[in-house]
């Protein structure tokens, strides 16, 4: 097999499978128990958390853990709708969001709060002014999530993070599709609110963090006992912290940006020599993620060219139920026509892709191009 689909997920990175082993294996306790082994428990959490401020450069206590992105993102934007719904019940984010994020603000808009939401432009970019254009003196929130995990294009969110703040409103970005993949810090995009998932920086499944500036409050998502200096209950899943923590610590020595972005585009420039006019490529030339390549295939079915290549692990843009295509909102939203939304997969490149795997990969999708 090979795995074009690191957007999706990422393999547990052998270092950070290796931290984690002796608490699943040697060590017990509750981090929150006093005694000897709850105590070295917590030292491995504390321990984590220091590896992720690091990665971030922010404070130690400026980190939280929780499952993972979708909790994260749920965190910040019901948190501070209820933290500030006394300054404003309005917020701001884009159409091209992450489910969690598009899910939580239409339930806030059935309870009693308002969210605009902003376009992007063909290549799947979020224009500040618009941001901008958008804020009421009653904005107290701006969510714009940092790359994009469909077509890979990154948003200026430093840009849009002195405007929100600028205004008075928080700003939170989904992290989750840049963290070990571009660098990420907290400190140069300049928000209050930052999230992000294990299992797409080489971490395992059902662990994150979440960045809270120093001085925001947000009401927890998850009431309880009072970990997490008491904003998010539940007992830490040491292991998995632990994971996280040495996966934040590879993030910040990694040095694969260059070859992934070289992979991602001799595949690109081989899909296009090989087929020319009949493949068109989604997302931002320049500024798009290093190892994200969304293409399509004129008059044909992503899921189609798929299954010709059951060898390679990636993702269709689109899928089709009977007569009735249903498009990726994202694709829609950048103005791509139905049909091309059809003909798109996603091919994601990773740490540990081989150039041999991709000159492989290249020849079985021109193939499979051919016989959809």
């Known amino acids: 097999m090979i795995y074009f689909d690191h957007n999706s997920s990422t393999p547990i990175d052998p270092a950070a499978a290796a931290a984690m082993t002796p608490f699943l294996l040697e060590h017990h306790g509750n981090p929150s128990s006093p005694h000897a082994p709850g105590r070295a428990m917590r030292a491995a959490v504390d321990h984590a958390r220091s590896q992720i401020a690091a990665m971030l450069e922010v404070n130690d206590d400026e980190v939280i853990f929780n499952s993972g992105g979708s909790e994260g993102c749920n965190h910040a934007i019901k948190g501070a709708a209820w933290a500030r719904m006394d300054a404003g019940r309005h917020i701001v984010t884009t159409v091209i969001e992450h489910a969690a994020i598009l899910k939580s603000c239409a339930f806030l808009e059935e309870n009693g709060f308002e969210v605009t939401r902003v376009g992007v432009d063909s290549t799947g970019m979020v224009d500040p002014d618009d941001i901008r254009t958008a804020l009421r003196p009653d904005t107290i929130l701006v969510s714009v999530m940092l790359a994009n995990n469909e077509v890979g294009t990154i948003q200026p969110i430093a840009d849009i993070a002195k405007i929100a703040r600028d205004s008075g409103a928080w700003m939170h970005t989904d992290a989750a599709q840049a963290v070990g993949k571009i660098p990420v810090t907290a400190s140069g995009l300049g928000v209050d609110l930052l999230t992000f998932a294990g299992h797409k920086c080489y971490a395992p499944q059902g662990i994150g963090a979440m960045f809270i500036r120093e001085g925001v409050t947000l009401e927890p998502l998850i009431h309880g006992a009072g970990h997490e200096k008491g904003r998010r209950a539940g007992t830490e899943p ?135």
């Open 238 to 372: 040491v292991a998995n912290v632990v994971a996280l923590g040495k996966a934040a610590e590879l993030v910040r020595t990694d040095r694969s940006s260059d070859k992934t972005r070289r992979q991602r585009d001799t595949l690109q420039q081989t899909l296009q020599n090989e087929l020319g006019d009949d493949v068109v490529v989604h997302g931002h030339p320049t500024e798009r993620l290093p190892g994200t390549l969304s293409i399509a295939f004129r008059g044909k079915i992503g899921a189609e060219v798929l299954a010709n290549a059951p060898e390679i692990c990636a993702s269709a843009g689109a899928a089709c139920h009977g007569d009735k295509p249903f498009v990726s909102p994202v694709l829609s939203a950048m103005g791509v026509s139905p049909e091309l939304a059809l003909g798109t997969v996603r091919f994601s490149l990773g740490r540990y892709t081989t150039d041999e795997e991709v000159e492989r990969a290249a020849k079985m999708i021109v193939n499979a191009a051919h016989s959809a």
